[in-house]
């Protein structure tokens, strides 16, 4: 990116916002009160699969402008498109349904960005001494950036974000928003789940850098004192992360039952076109003639979603997962017997999973 952004081109910028999402909202500075906007076109945000930072290069025009005058901007919007979501409990297939949205012609896809994290992050330290917002600061600034993530092209009939799966602890909070909020939530069954994250070549570094929160998290909904992280196995830090993002998964499905439908990805697998057609309708969206009836042979199921320069396919998908049972065969045992000691210590938790397991079958 542009190392000294002048101030024309901040100005600049700022007069873009209301007009278009060419002036993308790419990070939030709490701290400074600051946005960095950047210029991103509608080719950009499709070919995206990360709206973090690895979206910037050399070339990328952008500059940081005072919060205040983007929350000002956003008020003179007179028409917006909905805001749905995609949240997930974490390596269950959010980019592929993500990117299949987009070949309907009709969908802003906006993939993980970065100040929904930040939003979730000052969201966990609302009413504490050391938050830098408060209840109504946090309010104002989560629906600048919903009013603004409205924005659209002239085919755009909604913008759908996919959030991080740690950012979807925010879900119950964005579906509180204004608006006709939708989301699909997108979830595995806990041994599919830690066959899958124990298969990935980063999943130890991901799991640890999100485990501080996801175990805070777990530990705020139970009486029972949990373990210390540093002493969990890789199968039962992988446990830990599923039943954390599948407990928010369950109380965000119960609080919004009309509004936000459950996706096992398994069963998504196998049948697409009944699953898009699911989620078309969910989303209110209409594809073109022949969308449901192609989407098996659609491109991005030859390709890993995350990284379309590399294949991967539903049935390499499978092949993966059943090495990875039988090369990880006592981690994820050691996993689930994790999961179900916490359901003998703690019956809200036994509560939730036997929910889970009825919503799945």
Not at 21 to 49: I, N, Q
Request: neutral net charge; charged residues 20%.
């Amino acid at each position: 990116m542009q190392a000294a952004p002048s101030e024309a081109l901040a100005a600049e910028l700022l007069a873009q916002v209301p007009r278009s999402p060419d002036a993308f909202l790419h990070k939030l500075d709490l701290a400074r009160e600051m946005v960095l906007l950047v210029e991103l076109t509608a080719s950009g945000y499709r070919s995206a699969s990360f709206l973090d930072d690895r979206l910037l290069t050399p070339a990328t025009r952008g500059a940081w402008v005072p919060l205040a005058a983007i929350e000002a901007v956003s008020r003179t919007l007179r028409a917006t498109q909905p805001v749905h979501f995609i949240f997930h409990t974490g390596h269950v297939g959010s980019t592929l349904v993500s990117r299949l949205l987009d070949d309907t012609g009709t969908v802003l896809p906006i993939r993980e960005p970065l100040p929904l994290r930040t939003l979730a992050d000052a969201h966990d330290a609302l009413g504490s001494p050391d938050s830098l917002l408060s209840e109504e600061q946090f309010n104002r600034a989560l629906g600048t950036f919903m009013r603004l993530w409205g924005r659209g092209y002239q085919a755009t009939r909604c913008t759908v974000v996919k959030a991080t799966s740690s950012a979807s602890r925010l879900a119950s909070r964005t579906m509180s928003a204004e608006g006709p909020v939708r989301a699909i939530y997108l979830n595995l069954g806990a041994e599919p789940y830690l066959a899958a994250l124990l298969a990935g070549k980063n999943s130890a570094a991901d799991l640890r850098g999100h485990g501080p929160e996801r175990m805070r998290r777990l530990q705020a909904r139970t009486d029972w004192p949990l373990p210390a992280l540093h002493s969990l196995t890789p199968g039962e830090l992988a446990a830990m992360s599923w039943l954390a993002e599948t407990c928010t998964q369950h109380d965000t499905l119960t609080l919004f039952s009309e509004r936000v439908l459950a996706v096992d990805f398994d069963r998504f697998l196998s049948d697409i076109e009944e699953s898009m057609r699911r989620i078309l309708t969910h989303l209110g969206l209409r594809a073109g003639p022949g969308y449901l009836a192609s989407v098996r042979s659609n491109p991005s199921l030859a390709r890993y979603s995350k990284a379309p320069e590399h294949p991967y396919s539903p049935a390499l998908r499978a092949e993966v997962l059943s090495e990875s049972r039988r090369y990880n065969r006592a981690e994820i045992r050691k996993g689930l017997d994790w999961i179900a000691q916490c359901a003998r210590a703690d019956g809200a938790v036994a509560a939730i999973l036997t929910a889970v397991e009825e919503r799945n079958r």
